[in-house]
């Protein structure tokens, strides 16, 4: 790493990095800073890692609407290059809202950044998250089939961490992920109090599995919460729109997906979407080599191991 100059004109060696690869709740969207921009957990979290406050520097290399391959093609090698101590990857809710969403390339992306951090010496994070339809509380033929992806992408997060011996938070097990509190306007990214729940979370999890932490983030917040008027003006104003505009391609394949829904529903056979679901998610881990690129052994298919925090 570059040397920085050390008092009395000395040279120490740089701060080590965490590194924030995923996209917008890794960005901080809900968490607002004065002037303009966003905070969020990977910032609050960076404070209490290492042995003295400051002592861990964060490089936040998440882009809003990042996809998982575009995570693992263009964030991961800008985030080896930094040679980082701690590094997080959490994506996949975007996968979830589009046309083309496909486990075997989520679990392909995702198999490729945590391996290649994971090789390079840093402690990768990683958080299953819950469901975008739930959160956007659309209609239940809408709302399954982005619940299956959702778990399709979260039971990836689990195998590959465990794989790779990261540490896990279940986040969408965790009861405050239910409570609107913690939740910004929009639905779908937490406001201040779920960032700093969330950084907490993953602090909790750090020192579970044995990593050196600081105290943990705190909970005191610099600001309201928002409120359920604030939410109700965003939902029949802005959110109507950022639906629109973040599903453009997925809305026409959705309705498909609800139409199907529905026949499966009337019929009694709403089972065999879900097995479906299974069988490409278990598909996909089969196809991923083992961590030592041996593509003749597999990767299995169920999750152990890994260090984790839950609800």
Same mark, same amino acid.
């Given at each position: ?70 995570? %693992? ?39 490729? %950044?945590?391996?290649a951090l994971?090789?390079?010496? %840093? ?44 540490v896990h ?79 453009t391609d ?62």
């Open positions: 790493m570059t040397p920085e100059q050390a008092p009395g004109g000395g040279r120490g060696p740089a701060p080590a990095r965490f590194v924030a690869l995923g996209d917008s709740l890794t960005v901080g969207l809900g968490d607002p800073v004065p002037g303009g921009g966003w905070r969020g957990w990977a910032a609050l979290l960076a404070g209490t890692l290492g042995e003295r406050p400051g002592g861990v520097e964060l490089v936040n290399l998440a882009r809003s609407g990042a996809l998982a391959a575009e995570l %693992a093609e263009r964030q991961l090698p800008a985030a080896r290059e930094l040679a980082p101590r701690f590094a997080s990857v959490v994506v996949g809710a975007n996968d979830t809202l589009r046309a083309a969403f496909a486990i075997e390339r989520v679990a392909a992306a995702l198999d490729r %950044a945590h391996g994971s090789a390079d010496g %840093a402690v990768v994070l990683t958080a299953c998250l819950p469901d975008p339809g739930r959160m956007l509380g659309l209609p239940a033929p809408l709302a399954r089939p982005l619940a299956r992806r959702m778990r399709a992408v979260n039971t990836v997060v689990h195998a590959v961490s465990a794989r790779y011996q990261g938070l279940h986040l969408a097990e965790h009861p405050w992920v239910a409570e609107r509190a913690s939740w910004s306007v929009d639905r779908l990214h937490p406001g201040e109090r779920g960032h700093r729940l969330l950084a907490r979370g993953f602090h909790t999890a750090l020192a579970a599995a044995g990593v050196g932490v600081g105290p943990p983030p705190a909970l005191t917040l610099d600001g309201p919460p928002p409120t359920r008027a604030g939410s109700a003006r965003w939902m029949a104003t802005r959110g109507t729109r950022w639906v629109a505009d973040r599903c997925l809305l026409p394949g959705l309705l498909g997906l609800a139409l199907q829904e529905c026949r499966h529903g009337l019929a009694g056979s709403g089972r065999l979407l879900d097995a479906a679901a299974e069988r490409a998610t278990r598909g996909a881990l089969a196809a991923l080599a083992e961590p030592d690129g041996d593509p003749a052994r597999k990767a299995p298919a169920t999750v152990k191991g890994a260090a984790t925090m839950t609800g």
